[in-house]
């Protein structure tokens, strides 16, 4: 085991293998607050890569709702409830991560689901914790709450999957940090299936191998973002590049959201693995909550995210998601205007922060009558 740096724990950890950094890391930021469960973004990673054999149940993107669906059945709370207490003093984290927990003989704290605990990838959709009771008010947090979780793989800068592979099949792209399996190499053992504690690697029955989301990479080789994030209804999702803190460029704009803002936190950090997938945690669910799920950054995070109508540049980048299919390298608000760079320096996307306001005549003076459209 080697001693890495893992920043969102704020400590060093164990690790299978030495801390080597690839020369730019992809990442996202999801802002959970927008999410409307369409699963447009589950489809076009479906129709795109996995609609072959042995792929019937696999979904490199879902969306569960929380507090009660998941995909596999459980996968969170049963690794919570393996890795005991997780406490943090400040920003350090002082429980063990799964590197640390793991038992002997392993390399990591995992669990491998049965084939039936991915048959119901909408298991629990919708419904709410706690029921609606006779003089249930609004009181800032929600009394009944859910939200939606979009899932991909969160291409860590200390992967499981890589690290529990036996036969060295999983690696991580020096220049891009996608995570990927040598389909070659593989051998189907599912080492990775067991040791990926947020179940992003899917074992294939008929190929034998194991599969996982590959970061629509040739996209990103083309300066493109990956198909859930170009097809996602609610604009969410926001793809680009991330840093380490002590590198971070404020016109980067996951850096920007991340290490600038910190508005958008990593999902489950005291696992360990550096997770590159942030999100903008839900605003109306109870802090306890969403503390266990994205650690102690969840509070400042939100007072962050509700100064966004006072706050133009942060209320400027939010408006960049979804604004356009290539990837944003570098952003800047000028004035009354938002602007997205690739990374040439080229302009590619402008919006105004506001949308114009038009107001339609609906009194139609002619015939005395309001009408839907007077023209
Ligand atoms: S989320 Fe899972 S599959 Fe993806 S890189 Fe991390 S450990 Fe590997
Ligand atoms: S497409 Fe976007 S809004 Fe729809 S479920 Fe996926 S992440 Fe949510």
């Given at each position: 085991m080697a001693r890495v740096y893992n920043w969102q724990i704020g400590r060093e950890m164990s690790y299978w293998y030495p801390e080597k950094r690839p020369k730019r890391q992809f990442a996202a930021v999801f802002?959970?607050?927008?999410?409307?469960?369409?699963q447009t973004c589950t489809l076009a990673c479906k129709t795109t890569w996995?609609?072959?054999?042995?792929?019937?149940?696999?979904?490199w993107n879902n969306v569960e709702t929380k507090p009660y669906g998941f995909y596999p059945i459980a996968w969170d709370v049963n690794l919570l409830e393996k890795l005991g207490v997780q406490s943090w003093t400040g920003g350090r984290y002082t429980g063990r991560t799964i590197f640390e927990a793991a038992e002997a003989g392993e390399r990591v704290l995992g669990w491998r689901p049965d084939?039936?605990?991915?048959?119901?990838?909408?298991?629990?959709?919708?419904?709410?914790?706690n029921g609606v009771g006779k003089g249930a008010h609004f009181t800032g947090e929600h009394q009944s709450w859910f939200f939606y979780l979009a899932r991909m793989c969160?291409?860590?800068?200390?992967?499981a999957c890589l690290s529990s592979c036996p036969r060295g099949a999983v690696y991580k792209r020096p220049e891009d940090g996608i995570v990927l399996i040598d389909q070659q190499r593989c051998r189907g053992y599912q080492e990775c299936v067991k040791a990926c504690p947020y179940k992003k690697t899917f074992y294939n029955p008929m190929t034998r191998t194991s599969e996982k989301c590959i970061a629509c990479f040739p996209k990103i080789e083309s300066g493109l973002q990956p198909q859930c994030f170009v097809n996602c209804i609610g604009k969410i999702r926001l793809a680009g590049w991330i840093s380490k803190p002590e590198a971070a460029?404020?016109?980067s704009p996951i850096d920007f959201l991340v290490h600038v803002k910190k508005v958008a936190l990593p999902l489950f950090p005291q696992f360990g693995l550096e997770p590159n997938v942030y999100y903008i945690p839900p605003v109306h669910v109870p802090r306890e909550y969403l503390r266990q799920m994205f650690g102690p950054g969840v509070d400042a995070a939100l007072e962050v995210y509700k100064s966004a109508p006072r706050d133009k540049d942060l209320a400027g980048l939010l408006t960049?998601?979804?604004?356009?299919e290539r990837m944003i390298a570098k952003w800047k608000r000028a004035g009354e205007q938002v602007l997205g760079y690739d990374e040439t320096g080229s302009e590619i996307v402008r919006i105004p922060l506001r949308e114009p306001v038009h107001i339609r005549r609906a009194f139609d003076a002619a015939r005395g009558v309001m009408r839907a459209n007077v023209s």
């Open positions: 802002d959970t607050n927008k999410c409307i469960a369409c996995t609609s072959g054999k042995g792929q019937e149940y696999m979904l084939e039936m605990d991915y048959s119901n990838p909408n298991v629990g959709e919708d419904d709410c914790l969160n291409h860590c800068t200390y992967p460029r404020a016109e960049l998601f979804g604004s356009t």
